[in-house]
């Protein structure tokens, strides 16, 4: 690509970023303390950091849901501390899988029949996946490839049906009893900008960003906010489903710090705003790749600590 192409796409990617995301605010009028959220992946990470500020914030009312009964037990305790002083946040724990259809339903049904519903919904759980495509596959042989096809079903379960699911099932609940609805799915920056070792990631994740991306079309009268983090401090990769290991910097020491990222997710539901990237120069970024793939590529190989003559 020659300079002058470059020197554009760095000169216009400012611009645009700013233009986009003042054409994306529409303010949220609800109140905190009128605000009934329901908070899918919270046992742990953004989730759980996610439950201990809304619960500071003084909302109305806060669910936190999770697979894991004990860690949920928890964060509900830890969110029934953190309350302001003032506030009568009420809390809470649902251990419910959201790749079933069946404990969303219930999920459903007890939050309509305890609050009369939802005002927010945020879709936090997600699910890591960190080896190169082919080496899921071994040899390639048909034992190979069928194990790639089941560790890519966890990945399409945990990313896109869960998601999905989520979708169907509170949607029609949020347009039905909330004033002023709100959906954040928290995605990844990985959906935007690929990266080696990312491949299974990369492309699950990116298949809810569009899909909720299209629903913020079919449905205008709810706000949805797509939130795409870089990397964040925790423990996201150690379940990883195809048992990869990271190559990359330890998240603990290199990431975003939960806090600030569960900061900006309130933020942006309460601003309006559409797509979010976190930090917010990765938005420019994600348009340059599309202009110069080769510069981004090379960030990522260096950032993942890929190389094709290591495979
Ligand atoms: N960490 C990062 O570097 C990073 C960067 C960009 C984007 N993200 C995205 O941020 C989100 C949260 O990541 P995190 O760092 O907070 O990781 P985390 O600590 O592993 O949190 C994931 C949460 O999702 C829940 N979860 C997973 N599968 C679930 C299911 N089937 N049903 C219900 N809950 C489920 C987990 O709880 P249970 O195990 O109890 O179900 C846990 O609370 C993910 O969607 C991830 O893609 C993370």
């Known amino acids: ?39 899918i992946g919270a046992s742990s990470g953004i989730g759980r950091t996610l439950a201990h500020q809304y619960a500071a ?21 830890e969110a029934d501390s953190a309350t302001a002083r003032e506030g009568t946040t009420e809390v809470l724990g649902v251990a419910a ?28 759980a997600g699910v890591s996946a960190l080896r190169p495509l082919l080496e899921i596959s071994g040899k390639g042989d048909k034992e190979g ?9 966890r990945a399409i379960e945990g990313n896109f049906t ?23 799915l928290v995605n990844s920056l990985a959906s935007a900008i690929p990266a080696p070792t990312r491949a299974l990631y990369a492309s699950t994740k990116a298949s809810s960003l569009h899909l909720y991306q299209a629903l913020a079309i079919e449905h205008p009268l709810i706000a949805f906010t797509n939130f795409l983090p870089s990397t ?6 150690a379940s990883a489903i195809d048992g990869g290991t990271p190559r990359e910097a ?30 917010w120069v990765m938005g420019p970024a994600h348009l340059l790749y599309w202009m110069w793939p080769r510069l981004l590529e090379r960030f990522a190989s260096k950032k993942y600590q890929f190389s094709v003559e290591t495979q």
């Open 1 to 39: 690509m020659s300079s002058p192409r470059v020197l554009l796409a760095l000169a216009l990617a400012p611009i645009l970023t700013f233009l986009r995301r003042r054409s994306s605010r529409r303010s949220r009028k609800l109140p905190r303390k009128n605000e009934r959220i329901l908070l």
């Open 57 to 77: 914030l003084g909302v109305k009312s806060l669910c936190v849901v999770g697979r894991r009964p004990d860690m949920i037990a928890e964060v509900a305790s």
């Open 97 to 124: 899988d959201f790749t079933k259809v069946e404990d969303m339903v219930n999920l459903r049904t007890q939050l309509e029949s305890k609050w009369g519903g939802i005002d927010t919904l945020i879709v936090v």
């Open 145 to 153: 490839i069928q194990h790639l096809v089941d560790v890519s079903n």
């Open 162 to 184: 869960g998601p999905l699911i989520a979708a169907a099932t509170f949607i029609p609940l949020l347009q039905r009893t909330s004033s002023s609805p709100s959906i954040l």
């Open 232 to 237: 964040v401090e925790g423990d996201f990769r």
């Open 250 to 279: 330890d998240p603990n020491k290199t990431g975003l710090k939960r806090v600030d990222v569960a900061r900006r997710c309130i933020q942006a539901i309460e601003r309006g705003e559409k797509n979010v990237f976190m930090p």
